[in-house]
């Protein structure tokens, strides 16, 4: 934990500007041919955004004073299971079916008692699985909420369990790299496009949604 952080005048715009009808989500959508193991998921979670990222266990805390500018807090009750929702697709977890929980997600806004963000661990789809990311505006722009997806990801499948130098195994160094097609999550069809248009219509099931 790391205290009060301020938060920066864009990414208190993009905080501001977040209302039920309008949400500053950033949402995106990686599958995999087969299921995985979610427990090794929240591992690498653990270790490469919050161990990482300080706002990912912080919350938003409005300023005491008018015109003021709120500042990030430590979550007391951050616990990283509250932010992992699984869920199973119902018969046949094709894309329609994937489809209609996505459509139902994109519009929860988020508890900012907490931190603005979760992943949706999906069963069901096509004999594999799905992960829907989620972060708040407000944590980065798409750039950077893009970087901080890649670096979860590894160049090789087992990469995440490699020893460290004193022996244990720990998941990798978690840096940004350009071959992010392998590894745990990157096994999975990364559909983000390029870093620049971040993450937010990524998926083709996404962009075709009646509401958004």
């Not at 994109?106 to 992943?119: C, K, N, S, T, V």
């Not at 909420?145 to 995440?160: H, I, K, Q």
């Not at 998941?171 to 790299?177: I, R, T």
């Not at 992010?180 to 998926?203: D, F, P």
């Amino acid at each position: 934990m790391t205290g009060r952080r301020p938060i920066g005048p864009v990414d208190t715009i993009w905080l501001n500007m977040d209302r039920p009808n309008n949400l500053m989500i950033v949402d995106s959508v990686l599958w995999f041919d087969e299921p995985v193991d979610w427990d090794r998921i929240v591992n690498v979670l653990r270790k490469r955004l919050v161990g990482r990222f300080p706002a990912f266990s912080q919350h938003p805390v409005d300023p005491p004073i008018p015109l003021g500018l709120p500042h990030w807090e430590d979550d007391p009750d951050f616990d990283i299971e509250r932010h992992m929702i699984r869920a199973r697709l119902p018969e046949p977890g094709d894309d329609a079916a994937l489809q209609a929980y996505l459509e139902e997600q994109i519009h929860r806004p988020f508890d900012r008692q907490h931190p603005l963000w979760e992943y949706h661990f999906i069963d069901g789809y096509r004999g594999g699985c799905a992960i829907m990311p989620r972060f708040h505006h407000a944590l980065g722009d798409g750039a950077a909420l893009t970087e901080v997806l890649l670096s979860t990801t590894d160049a090789a499948p087992d990469d995440d369990l490699r020893p460290d130098p004193k022996g244990r195994t720990t998941p990798g160094h978690g840096e940004p790299h350009d071959e992010h097609h392998g590894g745990l999550l990157g096994a999975a069809a990364w559909v983000a496009g390029t870093a620049g248009s971040a993450a937010r219509g990524a998926l083709h099931l996404l962009s075709e949604l009646p509401h958004l």
